[in-house]
C-alpha cells in the first residue's frame, strides 16, 4: 500500500546533498541534512528544513558512519533516508540497518546491492543473464594472472573486485609488467576498498564507455532511460557526459537498453540503477558495471526525458508503481554535463582545495547547473572537489556544444583552480566538437587539452604585452581582479585571459 513521506534524511554533502533537497521541496517533504564538522556552513545544510552534526571531517568518522546517520535520522523523526551517490548509497548494511530501524532505504534492495556490489559475482550473475560480459579470469598469483592474460589476448585490463571510480586498475600490455602491475592494483584495492582482490579482463583498444539508465518500481515494472556516453575521463574518473552518444545508432541504443532491463530484473532490482558497458567500433558492447544507485551525471537524462529521476526514486519507495512504459518515453534533443572540479588539470588533475572568493554561474536558455557551492564556502580537502555539474540542452548537438561554450564562458570561480579552462578547450577541439572520442580521448590530446602555447622567444615581449593590455581591458569591463594572471589562486593561464578580453571589446 503506497504512503506519503513526511520528511527524509540526505545522507550526503554538496552539490547532490542541495539536488535531492529541492525535489524533496517540490514534493512538499521536508528534508534533513547532516554534516560534518567543515561542512557546518555548506551549501546543503543551508538549503535544509533541519540539520544534524555527525562527527568530524573525515569521512569514515561522519558520513560513512551507519550509526550516526541513523540517529540523526531518528531523532529528526524521519520516514525515509535518500543516500545520494558515493559514501554508503550502495552499502548493502546500511540499507538493512534503514529497513531494520523502520526507516525506508530509497534506493534499491541490499539483495540486489550485494549481488552486484562486487564487479566479479557481477560478471558471473550477468553473464547467467545473458548480458554480455569481456572476456576476463579470476586469479590468485601473479603466475596465474599471466596465463590468463596469455589465453585471453594482452592487452588486459587488472580491476579492483569491489572497486569504483578509477581505484585499482592497471592496463597491462605484456607479460613482463604483469608483476608490479598486479601489485599496485591489489596495494590500492586495498587501501580504497579494504579487499585486494583484483580480476582481469581483456582490454578494449579505444572503447566507448556508454552507460544505460534503468529505472523500476516494486512490482517488476523495469524501463530503461536511454545511454550516456561517458568517454571523456581522466584517470578512468568521468569529466564529461552527453547524450545520445554520437556512436550509437537508436536500433543499438534499443538493444543496449533491453540487455539492461533483462540484467536488472534478474537481480530483482527496483529504483534508479545504471548499467555501464563499453562499447567498441564494430557495434560490440561488453558488460563493465552496474552501480546500483543515482548517477552523480543523471541531469542529462532529465534533460532529454523530462523526468526527475530523484522524485521518480522517492514514488517507487514509496510503493508507488512507476505511471509510464517503456513506450511512453521519448528522448528529445542533445544533453552535455561538464564537471566542474576544484583540481588543477596541468598538474595531473590534482585538487586544489581552498576559498572561493568569487562565483558566478552561468544562466539563460537551456542551462542548468546543480551546484553545491557559493562565494566565501571553502573546498575542503577532505572530499571529491566537485564545485559543480554544468549542464546543457538544446535540439541537436551541435547548438549543445555551442551552448556550452557559452556557458563555460561566463562560469567565474576565483579563489581556487579548477578545469574551466580545460573544458574550453575540450569544447574547441575538432574531434570532439564532431563527437569523435573515445576513452582515452584526454590523454591521446593532452598537449592541447593541458598545456599551453609554445611561443618563440622573438615574440614572447610583444605577447606579454599584449596579456598584459588584454587583462586591463577585461579588469576595466568587469570591475573585478580575477583575470590578473599573475595573482596566487587565479584559474585563468595568460592564453585564457587573452581570449576572454577579445571577447569583451
Same mark, same amino acid.
Given at each position: 500500500?503506497?504512503?506519503?513521506?513526511?520528511?527524509?534524511?540526505?545522507?550526503? $554533502?554538496?552539490?547532490?546533498?542541495?539536488?535531492?533537497? $529541492?525535489?524533496?521541496?517540490?514534493?512538499?517533504?521536508?528534508?534533513?541534512?547532516?554534516?560534518?564538522?567543515?561542512? !557546518?556552513?555548506?551549501?546543503?545544510?543551508?538549503?535544509?528544513?533541519? @540539520?544534524?552534526?555527525?562527527?568530524?571531517?573525515?569521512?569514515?568518522?561522519? #558520513?560513512?558512519?551507519?550509526? +550516526?546517520?541513523?540517529?540523526?535520522?531518528?531523532?529528526?523523526?524521519?520516514?525515509?533516508?535518500?543516500?545520494?551517490?558515493?559514501?554508503?548509497?550502495?552499502?548493502?548494511?546500511?540499507?538493512?540497518?534503514?529497513?531494520?530501524?523502520?526507516?525506508?532505504?530509497?534506493?534499491?534492495?541490499?539483495?540486489?546491492?550485494?549481488?552486484?556490489?562486487?564487479?566479479?559475482?557481477?560478471?558471473? +550473475? %550477468?553473464?547467467?543473464?545473458?548480458?554480455?560480459?569481456?572476456?576476463? @579470469? *579470476?586469479?590468485?598469483?601473479?603466475?596465474?594472472?599471466?596465463?590468463?592474460?596469455?589465453?585471453?589476448?594482452?592487452?588486459? *585490463?587488472?580491476?579492483?573486485?569491489?572497486?569504483?571510480?578509477?581505484?585499482?586498475?592497471?592496463?597491462?600490455?605484456?607479460?613482463?609488467?604483469?608483476?608490479?602491475?598486479?601489485?599496485? @592494483?591489489?596495494?590500492?584495492?586495498?587501501?580504497?576498498?579494504?579487499?585486494?582482490?583484483?580480476?582481469?579482463?581483456?582490454?578494449?583498444?579505444?572503447? $566507448?564507455?556508454?552507460?544505460?539508465?534503468?529505472?523500476?518500481?516494486?512490482?517488476?515494472? %523495469?524501463?530503461?532511460?536511454?545511454?550516456?556516453?561517458?568517454?571523456?575521463?581522466?584517470?578512468?574518473?568521468?569529466?564529461?557526459?552527453?547524450?545520445?552518444?554520437?556512436?550509437?545508432?537508436?536500433?543499438?541504443?534499443? !538493444?543496449?537498453?533491453?540487455?539492461?532491463?533483462?540484467?536488472?530484473?534478474?537481480?530483482?532490482?527496483?529504483?534508479?540503477?545504471?548499467?555501464?558497458?563499453?562499447?567498441?567500433?564494430?557495434?560490440?558492447?561488453?558488460?563493465?558495471?552496474?552501480?546500483?544507485?543515482?548517477?552523480?551525471?543523471?541531469?542529462?537524462?532529465?534533460?532529454?526525458?523530462?523526468?526527475?529521476?530523484?522524485?521518480?526514486?522517492?514514488?517507487?519507495?514509496?510503493?508507488?508503481?512507476?505511471?509510464?512504459?517503456?513506450?511512453?518515453?521519448?528522448?528529445?534533443?542533445?544533453?552535455?554535463?561538464?564537471?566542474?572540479?576544484?583540481?588543477? &588539470?596541468?598538474?595531473?588533475?590534482?585538487?586544489?582545495?581552498?576559498?572561493?572568493?568569487?562565483?558566478?554561474?552561468?544562466?539563460?536558455?537551456?542551462?542548468?547547473?546543480?551546484?553545491?557551492? #557559493?562565494?566565501?564556502?571553502?573546498?575542503?580537502?577532505?572530499?571529491?572537489?566537485?564545485?559543480?555539474?554544468?549542464?546543457?540542452?538544446? &535540439?541537436? !548537438?551541435?547548438?549543445?556544444?555551442?551552448?556550452? $561554450?557559452?556557458?563555460?564562458?561566463?562560469?567565474?570561480?576565483?579563489?581556487?583552480?579548477?578545469?574551466?579552462?580545460?573544458?574550453?578547450?575540450?569544447?574547441?577541439? &575538432?574531434?570532439?566538437?564532431?563527437?569523435?572520442?573515445?576513452?582515452?580521448?584526454?590523454?591521446?590530446?593532452?598537449?592541447?587539452?593541458?598545456?599551453?602555447?609554445?611561443?618563440?622567444? !622573438?615574440?614572447?615581449?610583444?605577447?606579454?604585452?599584449?596579456?598584459?593590455?588584454?587583462?586591463?581591458?577585461?579588469?576595466?569591463?568587469?570591475?573585478?581582479?580575477?583575470?590578473?594572471?599573475?595573482?596566487?589562486?587565479?584559474?585563468?593561464?595568460?592564453?585564457?585571459?587573452?581570449?576572454?578580453?577579445?571577447?569583451?571589446?
Amino acid at each position: 500500500m503506497p504512503r506519503t513521506f513526511k520528511k527524509v534524511l540526505v545522507a550526503n $554533502r554538496g552539490e547532490i546533498a542541495v539536488r535531492v533537497t $529541492r525535489t524533496l521541496h517540490e514534493m512538499g517533504i521536508r528534508s534533513v541534512a547532516i554534516y560534518s564538522e567543515v561542512d !557546518r556552513a555548506a551549501l546543503h545544510v543551508r538549503v535544509a528544513d533541519e @540539520a544534524y552534526p555527525i562527527g568530524p571531517a573525515a569521512a569514515s568518522e561522519s #558520513y560513512l558512519r551507519i550509526d +550516526k546517520v541513523l540517529d540523526a535520522a531518528k531523532k529528526a523523526g524521519c520516514d525515509a533516508i535518500h543516500p545520494g551517490y558515493g559514501f554508503l548509497s550502495e552499502n548493502a548494511e546500511f540499507a538493512e540497518a534503514c529497513e531494520k530501524e523502520g526507516i525506508t532505504f530509497i534506493g534499491p534492495p541490499a539483495s540486489a546491492m550485494r549481488q552486484m556490489g562486487s564487479k566479479t559475482a557481477a560478471r558471473t +550473475k %550477468m553473464a547467467a543473464a545473458g548480458v554480455p560480459i569481456v572476456p576476463g @579470469a *579470476m586469479c590468485d598469483t601473479t603466475e596465474e594472472a599471466i596465463a590468463a592474460s596469455k589465453k585471453i589476448g594482452f592487452p588486459v *585490463m587488472l580491476k579492483a573486485a569491489s572497486g569504483g571510480g578509477g581505484k585499482g586498475m592497471r592496463l597491462v600490455h605484456a607479460a613482463d609488467e604483469m608483476a608490479s602491475a598486479w601489485e599496485r @592494483a591489489r596495494s590500492e584495492a586495498k587501501k580504497f576498498f579494504g579487499d585486494d582482490t583484483v580480476y582481469i579482463e581483456k582490454a578494449i583498444i579505444k572503447p $566507448r564507455h556508454v552507460e544505460i539508465q534503468v529505472l523500476g518500481d516494486r512490482d517488476g515494472h %523495469m524501463v530503461h532511460v536511454f545511454e550516456r556516453d561517458c568517454s571523456i575521463q581522466r584517470r578512468n574518473q568521468k569529466v564529461v557526459e552527453e547524450t545520445p552518444s554520437p556512436a550509437a545508432s537508436r536500433e543499438l541504443v534499443a !538493444r543496449m537498453g533491453a540487455i539492461a532491463v533483462q540484467g536488472a530484473k534478474a537481480v530483482g532490482y527496483h529504483s534508479a540503477g545504471t548499467f555501464e558497458f563499453l562499447l567498441a567500433d564494430d557495434g560490440s558492447f561488453y558488460f563493465l558495471e552496474m552501480n546500483t544507485r543515482l548517477q552523480v551525471e543523471h541531469p542529462v537524462t532529465e534533460l532529454v526525458s523530462g523526468l526527475d529521476l530523484v522524485r521518480e526514486m522517492v514514488l517507487v519507495a514509496q510503493g508507488e508503481r512507476l505511471s509510464f512504459g517503456q513506450a511512453d518515453l521519448v528522448s528529445r534533443g542533445a544533453a552535455i554535463q561538464c564537471r566542474i572540479y576544484a583540481e588543477d &588539470p596541468s598538474n595531473g588533475f590534482l585538487p586544489s582545495p581552498g576559498r572561493i572568493e568569487r562565483l558566478t554561474v552561468p544562466a539563460g536558455p537551456g542551462v542548468r547547473d546543480d551546484g553545491g557551492a #557559493y562565494p566565501g564556502v571553502e573546498i575542503s580537502s577532505y572530499y571529491d572537489p566537485l564545485i559543480s555539474k554544468l549542464c546543457v540542452w538544446a &535540439p541537436t !548537438r551541435e547548438r549543445a556544444v555551442a551552448r556550452m $561554450r557559452r556557458a563555460l564562458a561566463e562560469y567565474v570561480v576565483t579563489g581556487i583552480r579548477t578545469n574551466l579552462a580545460f573544458h574550453e578547450k575540450l569544447f574547441q577541439h &575538432p574531434d570532439f566538437v564532431a563527437g569523435r572520442y573515445d576513452t582515452s580521448f584526454i590523454e591521446r590530446h593532452k598537449e592541447q587539452l593541458l598545456g599551453y602555447p609554445v611561443v618563440d622567444a !622573438r615574440d614572447a615581449e610583444a605577447v606579454a604585452v599584449a596579456v598584459a593590455l588584454a587583462a586591463a581591458r577585461m579588469e576595466r569591463a568587469t570591475g573585478a581582479s580575477d583575470a590578473r594572471t599573475g595573482e596566487t589562486g587565479s584559474r585563468l593561464s595568460p592564453w585564457t585571459a587573452t581570449h576572454r578580453a577579445r571577447n569583451l571589446r
